[in-house]
């Protein structure tokens, strides 16, 4: 089964199954995008959503509150899908950014825009 999955209103949100589900200015704790163990992650904008597998992840930009750096992520899984629909990460859930699922590569400097 497809569910569709994209970002809307200048990457504010990802919408599964044209529902907003996940949205900017949310806090999340990622590990490894910055010096801390792990991240709290303000979710500033969604640049990509993708499912691999039945793991949907996000490409984001934001800023760590503990150390204050600015990041640009690769994909950090958001949720899953279960019997196509979409289940959401728990909110106190440390998350991964490459993907547990999909074993694709994670290079330091994938081209993206990030600047400062
Ligand atoms: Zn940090």
Do not use: K, N
């Not at 949100?13 to 949310?26: I, M, N, Y």
């Not at 991240?39 to 993708?50: L, W």
């Not at 793991?55 to 958001?78: M, Q």
Request: charged share 20%; with cysteine; aromatic share 6%.
């Amino acid at each position: 089964m497809t569910v569709s999955l994209r970002t809307l209103d200048d990457g504010a949100w990802v919408s599964v199954a044209d529902e907003r589900r996940v949205g900017a200015s949310e806090l999340w704790y990622v590990a490894g995008i910055c010096a801390c163990p792990v991240a709290d992650f303000v979710v500033e904008g969604i640049t990509d959503v993708a499912v691999d597998g039945r793991t949907v992840a996000a490409e984001t930009y934001g800023t760590c509150i503990r150390c204050g750096e600015g990041v640009s992520t690769d994909p950090v899984p958001v949720g899953r899908l279960v019997a196509g629909a979409f289940e959401p990460l728990a909110a106190g859930a440390v998350r991964v950014p490459g993907g547990a699922d999909g074993g694709r590569q994670v290079s330091p400097a994938s081209g993206t825009s990030g600047e400062d």
